[in-house]
């Protein structure tokens, strides 16, 4: 069982930056890999980017690639999503997840919203 609490979402200007963070629970973080989603209102979820348990390997959607990066300490059991040049179409409520089959997502944790105004 894996608990994923989400933090550091708030209200920035278009061309500004944030860090989210994602803390999780129990002792098997780093056999986890995590990823990023993000739900805007009257859209489906859709996914932002993901790295692999050792953090070796990452993978952006093209909508934020060059401008977000994830990353993760598997000592402090958490995940991050550096945000820079953010647009107010990057207002959304972002999930982290953890995959231990690199196919679905097991874990979710409860949203943190960022919005972006222009």
């Known amino acids: 069982q894996v608990q994923l609490v989400e933090s550091g979402g708030g209200l920035v200007q278009a061309g500004g930056s944030l860090r989210l963070s994602c803390a999780a629970s129990?002792?098997?973080?780093?056999?986890?890999?995590m990823g990023w989603f993000r739900q805007a209102p009257g859209k489906e979820r859709e996914f932002i980017a993901a790295?692999?348990?050792?953090?070796?390997?990452?993978y952006y959607a093209d909508s934020v690639k060059g401008r977000f990066t994830i990353s993760r300490d598997n000592a402090k059991n958490t995940v991050y999503l550096q945000m820079n040049s953010l647009k107010p179409e990057d207002t959304a409520v972002y999930y982290c997840a953890a995959s231990y089959d690199d196919i679905s997502y097991d874990y979710w944790g409860q949203g943190t919203q960022v919005t972006v105004s222009s």
């Open positions: 790295i692999s348990w050792s953090g070796g390997d990452t």
């Open positions: 129990g002792r098997t973080f780093s056999r986890y890999a």
